[in-house]
């Protein structure tokens, strides 16, 4: 049973589109995060978010506590924005359940 | 600051070997945690440490051991290493707070056992 279920699993966009990452989750939760995984390998938060959305330039996260649902959203598609994305809500304490991962790539 | 240093980079393995994956943190975090990355799988917890001297086991301790002397230091053992440990190790930290807080993660080491 995945408690994160994110979707789509792969997408490839050209350049300038508008992009949307979709992450369901099971359990309760005070806060979700979105991470990058750079192809390199490196992983970084994005954001953290309980409730409402947040932006930061070209990148906006959503979420809907009552129906357990965050969309990360991409304006203006750029090659550099190809990464892994990784949607993580926490269980106990600070550990947390993670998606498998939306690989996104970004063609010129 | 650093944030989270992790050594090895790489590393390849027989069967059977032992070996200590680094991890160290310069940001007087209390919370790490050891995470394996496979194909197709999300990040799963192996180890984790709430502050110094205290340990946990996560998703998956099966094969691992962990200890945590200092605040900065987090290593992880592999006892005896199997074809099935072959992984990407990412090593993790953040703040204690009153929720989860933003997690700083390592490089990460990709360990092939052969």
């Known amino acids: 049973k995945n408690e994160v279920e994110q979707s789509p699993q792969n997408l490839t966009a050209q350049e300038g589109e508008f992009i949307t990452i979709n992450c369901s989750y099971s359990?309760?939760?005070?806060?979700l995060h979105w991470l990058q995984q750079h192809p390199g390998g490196g992983i970084v938060s994005l954001f953290m978010?309980?409730?409402g959305k947040k932006k930061h330039g070209r990148l906006i996260a959503t979420i809907n506590i009552q129906e357990k649902h965050s969309s990360l959203h991409i304006t203006a598609s750029h090659p550099r924005d190809s990464a892994v994305y990784i949607c993580?809500?926490?269980?106990?304490?600070?550990?947390?359940?993670f998606g498998t991962g939306t690989s996104l790539t970004v063609i010129p | 600051n650093a944030g989270v240093t992790q050594t090895p980079k790489f590393q390849v393995l027989k069967t059977g070997q032992s070996m200590t994956l680094q991890c160290a943190q310069d940001?007087?975090?209390?919370?790490m945690s050891w995470y394996r990355q496979d194909p197709g799988m999300g990040l799963r917890l192996i180890h984790y440490?709430?502050?110094?001297?205290?340990?946990d086991q996560g998703e998956v301790p099966n094969g691992y051991n962990v200890s945590r002397s200092t605040t900065e230091d987090f290593p992880l053992r592999l006892l005896s290493a199997a074809p099935s440990q072959t992984s990407v190790y990412f090593c993790?930290?953040?703040?204690?707070?009153?929720?989860?807080?933003?997690?700083?993660f390592g490089p990460g080491t990709r360990l092939t056992v052969l």
């Open positions: 993790a930290s953040s703040r204690r707070g009153q929720g989860p807080d933003t997690q700083y």
């Open positions: 359990v309760g939760i005070s806060a």
């Open positions: 978010l309980s409730s």
């Open positions: 993580a809500v926490p269980n106990t304490g600070n550990q947390f359940y």
């Open positions: 940001m007087n975090h209390e919370y």
């Open positions: 440490s709430v502050g110094a001297g205290i340990t």
